[in-house]
């Protein structure tokens, strides 16, 4: 992915983001929660496929019958195995003490 003049951190689509992941089963269901605003980044609400994702930011998505929230720690290269992908990111518990 190049990298725009100016820009300080790279990023990745939040679809990539997501299947790479391995937080969603396919890229298209991805695509799908995104286009139709149910993810949320950074307390903002994503209505496209193609919003950027980078390190640091707070991801919040409806999964089965809850809500998830994860914190990105890496973008990933690719799809790898399930210890790599969870290497991307660390998950929140709502109503949680800080």
């Not at 949320?40 to 998830?68: K, Y």
Request: charged share 25%; hydrophobic share 40%.
């Amino acid at each position: 992915m190049a990298e725009r003049p100016g820009a300080t951190a790279q990023a990745l689509r939040i679809d990539k983001y997501l299947w790479f992941a391995r937080l969603a089963k396919s890229r298209s269901s991805a695509q799908k929660l995104a286009e139709e605003g149910h993810i949320r980044v950074n307390g903002r609400r994503i209505d496209r496929s193609h919003a950027p994702v980078r390190p640091g930011d707070l991801i919040t998505f409806p999964q089965m019958a809850s809500v998830r929230v994860v914190r990105v720690i890496a973008l990933p290269l690719r799809r790898g195995p399930v210890p790599e992908a969870q290497a991307c990111y660390e998950e929140l518990t709502l109503g949680a003490p800080s």
